[in-house]
T-cell receptor, first 112, second 114 residues
Framework: DADVTQTPRNRITKTGKRIMLECSQTKGHDRMYWYRQDPGLGLRLIYYSFDVKDINKGEISDGYSVSRQAQAKFSLSLESAIPNQTALYFC???????????FGQGTRLTVV | AQSVSQHNHHVILSEAASLELGCNYSYGGTVNLFWYVQYPGQHLQLLLKYFSGDPLVKGIKGFEAEFIKSKFSFNLRKPSVQWSDTAEYFCAVSSISSNNDMRFGAGTRLTVKP
């Protein structure tokens, strides 16, 4: 089983719909992150969380919200999806400050 | 604003050629530096990392990177690339000055011709 699991792996949704992307991890890490990947733009940070009570906005948080339900779970929501939110979304976890991030397999979201 | 810059958008090399991919950052203070690789259709995997100590860092698959503090750079190198190195490469930075988030560059797509 993967250490960082994202569901769903692929999703097509209509403009205006609410959608939730889920991430769970078995690594026991405190820090969790949501990124979106777009061609030519790399990975851009949406939100990150250092523990259940600590949520921080990243570079591009507008149009997104998150929930840290437990240490192991970090969900990303699009309240009203729009086509320019079509992207590949990655969840990542980190243990402490000076460690690397571990990534999930990604969720490919298409908004039509 | 704090940022991570990767100068090369797309690099095309023949097998056995040497590789150097540039990465510059604009963070102040102590930084943690990373290079990740993303093979087609896969998630990001760590190539190497720098936290402190020897500025020349060796990673997996023959890759290495050099941290030059005065130039705010962390360039990735490989003496002889293989067709299997075809992938996208991302530089990333984490810093106390940015609340320990992790920011990525735009990526460099490497194509190695057999």
């Amino acid at each position: 089983d993967a250490d960082v699991t994202q569901t769903p792996r692929n999703r097509i949704t209509k403009t205006g719909k609410r959608i939730m992307l889920e991430c769970s991890q078995t690594k026991g890490h405190d820090r969790m992150y949501w990124y979106r990947q777009d061609p030519g733009l790399g990975l851009r940070l949406i939100y990150y969380s250092f523990d259940v009570k600590d949520i921080n906005k990243g570079e591009i948080s507008d149009g997104y919200s998150v929930s840290r339900q437990a240490q192991a779970k970090f969900s990303l929501s699009l309240e009203s999806a729009i086509p320019n939110q079509t992207a590949l979304y990655f969840c990542a976890t980190r243990d402490r400050v000076n460690t690397e991030a571990f990534f999930g397999q990604g969720t490919r979201l298409t908004v039509v | 604003a704090q940022s991570v810059s990767q100068h090369n958008h797309h690099v095309i090399l023949s097998e056995a050629a040497s590789l150097e991919l540039g990465c510059n950052y604009s963070y102040g203070g102590t930084v943690n530096l990373f290079w990740y690789v993303q093979y087609p259709g896969q998630h990001l995997q760590l190539l190497l990392k720098y936290f402190s100590g020897d500025p020349l860092v060796k990673g997996i698959k023959g890759f290495e990177a050099e941290f030059i503090k005065s130039k705010f750079s962390f360039n990735l190198r490989k003496p002889s690339v293989q067709w299997s190195d075809t992938a996208e490469y991302f530089c990333a930075v984490s810093s106390i000055s940015s609340n320990n988030d992790m920011r990525f560059g735009a990526g460099t797509r490497l194509t190695v011709k057999p």
